[in-house]
């Protein structure tokens, strides 16, 4: 019998933070997904495998994962026992996008003193009324993590974004996903997008998943999630969600939902501690 899962989530009054995830899974496969926000992640019971920017990577216990915001990657337990991991979303503005490089080269970091630092952080997070002691201990996780990155900024190692597409390919690749950005809550066809673009529609579709690595459908489904979950955290209900989301209905939102996250909407709103 597969154990069911068993999540936390919440968002916490610090700055910085937009979302804390404590989840163990045995059997969820995570699909291709993007957050716009810096997922901060370690594992405390068996051991991750996941694909980001089209290279494979794994996540012992004794290893932070830094994975960057707008780089599709997905997930599942490289055991049959599953994983438990803890994961805080950062703002997007909290590391910038000039570190996005140096983050996908090198997701996993082997450092004792910052697995520790985030450990305490998780600690904190739980406690109301600690929220200056979770602000320190974020301020000196960022700082850490910024020092690496730029030390691998400066050797000029951040090359694995780096497209193999024709330069008008990515071209068309990012204004597609400018328009899926900001129509996020609408929807687009792909036919009103390939005239917006400029380009076929089969063009488009082949540009878009050649350089980032995940359809176009699949990236605008995980932005309404990560709305979603957002929406979920202030409390408002499942039904209401839905609609200010993008989705057509409760059991649409249910059923992309749960592919990405793990859970019913239902599950994830009274999953705070």
């Not at 290893?63 to 026992?81: D, F, I, K, M």
Request: no cysteine.
């Amino acid at each position: 019998m597969v154990a069911r899962p068993e999540i936390s989530a919440w968002r916490p009054r610090v700055a910085g933070v937009t979302e804390v995830f404590h989840a163990q899974f045995t059997d969820h496969a995570y699909p291709m997904h993007v957050h716009d926000a810096w997922t901060l992640l370690i594992v405390d019971d068996g051991v991750v495998r996941y694909d980001l920017d089209r290279h494979e990577h794994g996540t012992p216990s004794d290893v932070v994962t830094l994975l960057p915001p707008h780089v599709p990657h997905n997930g599942s337990a490289a055991t049959p026992q599953g994983f438990r991991k803890r994961v805080v979303y950062l703002d997007m503005t909290y590391l910038g996008e000039r570190l996005i490089g140096p983050a996908v080269d090198t997701p996993d970091l082997r450092d004792p003193v910052l697995r520790r630092r985030v450990h305490q952080l998780h600690t904190a997070l739980r406690l109301r009324g600690d929220e200056l002691e979770a602000e320190s201990r974020l301020a000196l996780i960022g700082e850490r993590l910024r020092q690496r990155l730029r030390r691998q900024l400066r050797k000029g190692t951040a090359s694995a974004t780096a497209s193999a597409l024709p330069r008008r390919d990515r071209s068309v690749a990012h204004r597609m996903r400018e328009l899926l950005d900001e129509r996020a809550l609408d929807g687009v066809s792909l036919a009103e997008a390939a005239q917006l673009v400029h380009a076929h529609p089969t063009h488009l579709v082949r540009a878009f998943t050649g350089e980032f690595g995940i359809a176009p459908h699949q990236y605008l489904m995980t932005r309404r999630v990560d709305r979603a979950r957002r929406l979920l955290l202030d409390g408002q209900p499942p039904g209401a969600v839905a609609a200010a989301a993008g989705f057509y209905d409760q059991s649409h939102l249910t059923r992309h939902f749960k592919r990405i996250v793990g859970v019913t909407p239902g599950r994830y709103a009274r999953a705070r501690p």
